[in-house]
Nanobody
Framework: QVQLVESGGGLVQAGGSLRLSCAASGRTFSGYAMGWFRQAPGKERTFVAGITWSGGVTYYADSVKGRFTISRDNTKNTVYLQMNSLKPEDTAVYYC????????????????WGQGTQVTVSS
C-alpha cells in the first residue's frame, strides 16, 4: 500500500523559511514524478512544484519561482520543498503527490496523495 507522509509545516513570519518533506513508501518508485500542491481555505488545490524521477527537471508555479526549490533523494524515497521569502499568501495546506511519468500541473493526474501539512505565514 502506497503511503505519502508530509512533514515540516508550521507557523512562520513573512520573509521566513520552511522546509517540507514528503516520505513515500509501499512500492518501488522508479520512474515516478513527484509534485507539491497547496490548498488555501475556500480555494481549489493548485500546483506548486514538480520534479522528475531523476531530479534533473523541475517545474514551478509562477507565484513561487525564485522562492521555492523542489528536490528529491531517491535513496530515501523523499521529496523536499524548500520555501524561502514566504508571504502571507503562501498560507495553505501543502500536499505531496506522485505519478508515473512526468510531473504535471493537473491535480487529477496524480495517483497517490499525502494527508497534507499546514503552512501559515503571518504578516
Amino acid at each position: 500500500q502506497v503511503q505519502l507522509v508530509e512533514s515540516g509545516g508550521g507557523l512562520v513570519q513573512a520573509g521566513g523559511s520552511l522546509r517540507l518533506s514528503c516520505a513515500a513508501s509501499g512500492r518501488t518508485f522508479s520512474g515516478y514524478a513527484m509534485g507539491w500542491f497547496r490548498q488555501a481555505p475556500g480555494k481549489e488545490r493548485t500546483f506548486v512544484a514538480g520534479i522528475t524521477w531523476s531530479g534533473g527537471v523541475t517545474y514551478y508555479a509562477d507565484s513561487v519561482k525564485g522562492r521555492f526549490t523542489i528536490s528529491r533523494d531517491n535513496t530515501k524515497n523523499t521529496v523536499y520543498l524548500q520555501m524561502n521569502s514566504l508571504k502571507p499568501e503562501d498560507t495553505a495546506v501543502y500536499y505531496c503527490a506522485i505519478r508515473r511519468g512526468m510531473p504535471i500541473v493537473v491535480v487529477a493526474g496524480y495517483d497517490y496523495w499525502g494527508q497534507g501539512t499546514q503552512v501559515t505565514v503571518s504578516s
